[in-house]
C-alpha cells in the first residue's frame, strides 16, 4: 500500500488561550481545516496543549479584558500547537481564531 502525502508546505500554528475559550478555539481552528495529518489514517484535530501561566503588564493605552492597566498580571492559560497544511489552510485558522472572543 502506497503512502499518500502532500507536497503543500506545513506550518505550525501556537497559540495561547485561557481555559475557558479552549473548546472554542479548537473548533474554530478545526473547522478551517488545521490539525489535519496529511499521511495514512485521516488524523483530523491533532494538536498539543500544555499548561502553563502566562504574565503580561497591559499599557497605557491598553483597554484589558483581564487586568488592570499598568499592574502586571499573570494568568493561568493552555499553549495550543498544531499544524495547518498549505497557506490557505494557514490563513484561514488564522482568521478563526482572530474571531473567537474570550
Not at 499553549?79 to 472572543?101: P, S, W, Y
Request: charged fraction near 20%.
Amino acid at each position: 500500500m502506497a503512502t499518500v502525502t502532500s507536497t503543500a508546505p506545513r506550518f505550525k500554528l501556537v497559540f495561547f488561550v485561557p481555559q475557558s475559550a479552549l473548546s472554542a478555539c479548537k473548533t474554530a481552528i478545526f473547522l478551517a481545516g488545521a490539525g489535519r495529518y496529511p499521511g495514512p489514517g485521516n488524523y483530523t484535530e491533532c494538536c498539543w496543549e500544555t499548561m502553563g501561566t502566562g504574565q503580561f503588564r497591559p499599557g497605557d493605552t491598553a483597554n484589558p479584558h483581564i487586568g488592570t492597566v499598568g499592574t502586571l498580571e499573570q494568568v493561568q492559560e493552555l499553549r495550543i500547537e498544531t499544524l495547518c497544511v498549505g497557506e490557505e489552510v494557514t490563513k484561514r485558522a488564522v482568521e478563526a481564531l482572530k474571531r473567537q472572543v474570550f
